[in-house]
């Protein structure tokens, strides 16, 4: 059974796209720690992310970091955390978070934005790349 993230590489479910190239995707989280939390992914459906080949995982790095130096340009924080969970998804995938605070990485504090948000957002980081 696909993973949402193959879905949402697929089209079947929307999202807000932030970048794309033929291996890997970034979109923004629906559920933020913060506002601009972006998840990177690569588009081959791999469980866990220490399983990912290792040229797929560089890349996967590299696309990451091309994606948090356009975040950091756009939303105010004083650094850009990453962190590699796995488990609320399984389909390997970084996590991006704007930071000010170490709260915006312990995942229990959410931010709430409507869709307009979402979307301004995304356009705006998309202009940073």
Do not use: W
Request: charged share 25%; proline share 4%; with cysteine.
């Amino acid at each position: 059974m696909a993973s949402i993230f193959t879905k949402i590489i697929n089209g079947e479910i929307p999202a807000y796209k932030i970048a794309e190239d033929e291996k890997f995707l970034a979109f923004l989280d629906v559920n933020p720690n913060a506002k601009g939390h972006t998840l990177c992914i690569p588009k081959q459906e791999i469980n866990k992310i220490f399983d990912v080949e290792e040229d797929l995982y560089l890349g996967l790095m590299n696309f990451s970091r091309k994606v948090a130096i356009a975040l950091e340009k756009t939303v105010s924080c004083k650094r850009v955390g990453m962190a590699v969970i796995g488990l609320e998804v399984p389909h390997a995938h970084v996590h991006l978070i704007p930071l000010n605070e170490m709260d915006e990485m312990r995942f229990v504090n959410k931010v709430k934005m409507e869709k307009e948000e979402f979307e301004a957002l995304a356009l705006a980081i998309k202009n940073n790349l």
